[in-house]
């Protein structure tokens, strides 16, 4: 494009209206240059020549997919600048939406700050913080390069043996509306009297946001993933759609489909729920992302019939689609169902404006390449210590004390003699759990952070002994002299289908780790999960105080600050805590409802005035 042609170029202009820069350029692109711009790939197809040569919309890196092992974001920035560099080089020069799974901080990345999971954020009902959380997390992902993250997940679990559930802040929808404010945080506050609807970003050192997954992922039936929630619309819209209505309230840019289905009905193919209500009934002008290959799985067996899934999800609403392999099959047959109108060119359009539209309100098409300055804040102090905050204030006592008059916590931190044990005690892998360098996460120092043990070693005296052995010998356990025990215990890292689990039993033995130290020495058990898990009534009655520290992430700090005192407990059971699996699902409403502990509970060590 010439000079004096690209000074016509309305939609380069930075001054123009972005409704009018939206025409313009839709007015210059041809239909592969459209079916371009609603594909979404994996970055490990996306080369120069498919970049410009498809004028491909998006990449996204799947959970573990980067540039290097064990990356920081300066590898990463390097990254996404030579993927928009190629992208525009394309024709008309459209810059790409990078993407990445940022949901509980800047997770993929090394050395990132890693906040507990939406689970434990839910526990603090402190929608300011998860504001800052937003906030310090938009600047990491920034610093990386990448100006999109697909989070939060705003589910309501209905049942926690679904493999999603760390994924969500609460069971109680008011709890899941209240979070939401981390969108604030993420893209940025919109100004009085911003279009109900629009999609918002502040600036440069903001992000995309995506409300994840519309809609009803956390209310399938037994918890199975990606399965059935069977409910009345009602309901749906009550329980499972309200928080979707802050989230547009405060400008979020995009909005991810479920692989789950609404009685029977496939929501990556359901028009009612994906144009009907939510682009017209509740005015979302974002545009709508599929899931990862969830057009392949619109037909059995998985990857059959592609053409006609994606005329079922195109004409259903979706926008953009994650590929995120078969780009070349994708736009074929979206072409030619474009041109022999199965979808109408219409329906192609709407989904490209909507495309640009967060394109150009994020400031893309201005600022395409990372912006450098902000390496240095990746995992710096102010953000781990807003971490370790969020990690204090996530704790939830369950109990403190075989006699309610003779409270156990808070701890001695001048105990002569300490016994820490457990699977938990010593593995930052498994305190930050899934989505944690790698889809599914994993254990061991996969990151820079400070484990419970590492914890524990800081904050007692310089006269306290610490012993440390993760399954204690029958000569430790045998030894008069521990002044009390900590035993960390808790789930392996998992992500989706991996994570649904029937039993919800504590692994590793840990139930006979507790009885084992429980016998012998006063104990404090601290479980690290994403959600509740069977605590039999022995074990119960053995232990003396009982903590649920969910999926802390990097900061071990903010449990040590708790159990010895500096600051009180102030967490709330952010779910339902069962006395056994047959209970479920649980109904905090319902007569019948007998929890070990109930939604809302959570004690503190000082007695209120």
């Not at 990463?76 to 080089?89: S, Y």
């Not at 953009?320 to 994708?330: A, G, L, W």
């Not at 509740?532 to 009655?541: D, G, H, N, R, T």
């Not at 700090?557 to 059971?573: K, R, S, W």
Request: aromatic share 8%; net charge negative.
């Amino acid at each position: 494009m010439s000079s004096v042609e690209e000074a016509k170029c309305v939609y380069k202009n930075p001054d123009a209206a972005i409704e009018d820069r939206i025409s313009d350029l839709l007015s210059r692109m041809t239909l592969k240059e459209k079916v371009g711009q609603m594909t979404q790939i994996e970055r490990r197809v996306a080369t120069p020549s498919v970049l410009s040569g498809f004028t491909i919309g998006s990449i996204l890196s799947a959970g573990g997919s980067g540039p290097c092992d064990q990356p920081l974001s300066s590898d990463w920035a390097d990254m996404v600048d030579r993927f928009q560099k190629a992208a525009l080089e394309s024709r008309l020069g459209i810059p790409l939406i990078y993407g990445i799974d940022a949901v509980h901080g800047n997770n993929s990345i090394y050395g990132a700050t890693i906040f507990p999971h939406n689970i434990g954020l839910g526990a603090t009902r402190d929608a300011e913080l998860a504001q800052r959380i937003g906030a310090a997390t938009a600047l990491e992902v920034r610093a990386s390069g990448i100006p999109y993250t697909f989070a939060p997940c705003v589910a309501v679990v209905k049942d926690p043996r679904w493999g999603r559930s760390y994924e969500s802040f609460s069971e109680d929808t008011d709890v899941v509306r209240k979070m939401t404010a981390v969108i604030t945080g993420l893209q940025g506050q919109p100004p009085q009297g911003h279009p109900k609807g629009y999609p918002f970003v502040a600036g440069r050192n903001n992000v995309i946001a995506c409300a994840k997954h519309f809609v009803g992922d956390g209310g399938t039936e037994r918890g199975v993933n990606e399965g059935n929630t069977v409910t009345s619309y009602e309901d749906l819209e009550r329980i499972h759609m309200a928080p979707y209505l802050d989230c547009i309230s405060q400008g979020v840019s995009t909005v991810m489909a479920s692989y789950s289905s609404w009685n029977g009905r496939r929501l990556h193919s359901d028009h009612f729920l994906l144009t009907e209500v939510l682009k017209n009934k509740l005015g979302f002008k974002g545009f709508v992302i599929s899931d990862w290959e969830a057009l392949d799985r619109l037909s059995q067996p998985k990857g059959s019939n592609y053409r006609q899934c994606i005329s079922l999800a195109v004409n259903a609403g979706i926008d953009m689609i994650m590929v995120p392999f078969r780009y070349e099959q994708f736009a074929e047959d979206l072409i030619a169902l474009a041109e022999s109108g199965v979808v109408p060119l219409s329906r192609i359009d709407d989904a490209v404006q909507r495309i640009l539209r967060v394109k150009f309100v994020s400031g893309l098409f201005e600022h395409p390449f990372s912006d450098r300055s902000l390496l240095q804040i990746v995992g710096c102090k102010s953000h781990r210590e807003l971490a370790r905050e969020a990690v204090r204030k996530s704790l939830v006592l369950l109990k403190n004390g075989k006699d309610p008059k003779k409270p156990f916590l808070p701890l001695d931190k001048n105990a002569k003699k300490i016994l820490v044990a457990g699977s938990h005690a010593d593995d930052l892998g498994y305190q930050c759990g899934g989505w944690t360098g790698t889809w599914h996460g994993s254990s061991g120092r996969i990151t820079i952070g400070t484990t419970i043990l590492d914890a524990i070693k800081e904050a007692v005296g310089d006269n306290t002994e610490v012993v440390y052995e993760q399954n204690p010998s029958p000569s430790t356990l045998a030894s008069h002299d521990f002044s009390f025990a900590i035993v960390a215990v808790g789930e392996v890292p998992y992500a989706e289908n991996l994570g649904d689990d029937a039993e919800l039993v504590i692994p590793f033995n840990g139930t006979d780790v507790i009885k084992s130290v429980a016998e012998r020495i006063p104990t404090l058990v601290l479980v690290i999960s994403g959600r509740p898990l069977v605590i039999e009534p022995q074990v119960l009655e053995k232990i003396d105080a009982l903590v649920a520290a969910w999926l802390p992430g990097t900061e071990g700090t903010g449990i040590t600050d708790v159990v010895f005192g500096n600051y009180d407990f102030e967490g709330q059971l952010p779910v339902s805590w069962f006395r056994t699996t047959e209970q479920l699902p649980m109904d905090a409403k319902a007569n019948s409802y007998d929890p070990l502990f109930p939604l809302g509970f959570g004690l503190k060590c000082k007695k209120e005035d």
